[in-house]
């Protein structure tokens, strides 16, 4: 069974940024390269969305276009961890993050393609 924590997360002024982390503390397959990982978040009163994912070597991300140009995905496979920039955060982008895993490579910013998830980190935009 794949655990991923979440680590990053907080308080932040708009225009500010934060870098969210994503780590496997455990794999059954030895390695976080086996695995494409994806970011969703959840505001308060609204359905889960996609925000981005990464293939398991790096070498595909894909991004929604609410952050495209302003979040950026990446790994550290050496290090069994992803990370999301997050650059020029805005109220909106206001949630708990979470980041998740299916079972192999299989980036998509299709939620129910997702196996493994996180417990969240909260994001907090305002002045």
């Known amino acids: 069974h794949l655990r991923l924590v979440e680590s990053g997360g907080g308080l932040v002024q708009p225009g500010g940024s934060l870098r969210l982390s994503c780590t496997a503390s455990r794999s059954p397959f030895g390695a976080l390269d086996y695995y494409s990982i994806g970011w969703f978040r959840q505001a308060p009163g609204k359905e889960r969305e996609a925000v981005s994912c990464i293939s398991a070597s790096g070498d595909i991300t894909q991004y929604a276009d609410s952050v495209k140009g302003r979040f950026i995905i990446s790994r550290d496979n050496a290090a069994k961890t992803v990370y999301l920039q997050m650059n020029g955060l805005k109220p909106e982008d206001t949630a708990v993050y979470y980041c998740?895993?299916?079972?192999?490579?299989?980036?998509?910013?299709?939620?129910?393609?997702?196996?493994?998830w996180g417990q969240g980190i909260q994001v907090t935009v305002s002045s």
């Open positions: 998740a895993a299916p079972f192999g490579d299989d980036p998509s910013l299709y939620e129910n393609r997702y196996d493994y």
